[in-house]
């Protein structure tokens, strides 16, 4: 199972993410191309979460390859910077795709995780 499938499992596992209580909308991710082309597809109301494998339209459509997929799904990478670098193409709602950043997560040593509370300074 590559990084990305045990990702969505775990996701969708989860059901409910309460940092999403505000969020409602659905996003498709395309992952890989052509022939090889992996597909999962995320809905939100509400903080509840129902992840499937589909290629229905979405409010938001997340493209990119399946080695920065995985990579993102184990922390090695930065969905914002991967969108800067345009390894990752979103068509749809911006907000949405980088609220789905949050899902991830986040690479040791990276200057946008913010410190926990007994990690901060005194």
Same mark, same amino acid.
Request: hydrophobic fraction near 45%; proline fraction near 4%; charge should be neutral.
């Given at each position: 199972?590559?990084?990305?499938?045990?990702?969505?499992?775990?996701?969708?596992? =989860?059901?409910?993410?309460?940092?999403?209580?505000?969020?409602?909308?659905?996003?498709?991710?395309?992952?890989?191309?052509?022939?090889?082309? #992996?597909?999962?597809?995320?809905?939100?109301?509400?903080?509840?979460?129902?992840?499937?494998?589909?290629?229905?339209?979405?409010?938001?459509?997340?493209?990119?390859?399946?080695?920065?997929?995985?990579?993102?799904?184990?922390? #090695?990478?930065?969905?914002?910077?991967?969108? =800067?670098?345009?390894?990752?193409?979103?068509?749809?709602?911006?907000?949405?795709?980088?609220?789905?950043?949050?899902?991830?997560?986040?690479? =040791?040593?990276?200057?946008?995780?913010?410190?926990?509370?007994? #990690?901060?300074?005194?």
């Amino acid at each position: 199972m590559s990084a990305t499938s045990a990702f969505f499992e775990r996701l969708a596992a =989860a059901c409910r993410d309460p940092r999403f209580q505000k969020v409602c909308g659905s996003v498709r991710f395309d992952i890989g191309s052509g022939d090889d082309l #992996e597909q999962w597809f995320l809905v939100i109301d509400h903080g509840d979460m129902q992840v499937s494998r589909s290629g229905d339209p979405a409010t938001t459509v997340i493209r990119v390859s399946a080695q920065v997929a995985d990579a993102m799904a184990r922390g #090695e990478v930065n969905g914002l910077a991967a969108i =800067a670098r345009g390894e990752i193409l979103v068509d749809g709602d911006l907000g949405l795709a980088l609220r789905i950043g949050r899902l991830f997560p986040r690479a =040791a040593g990276d200057p946008t995780q913010l410190a926990r509370p007994a #990690e901060r300074s005194r």
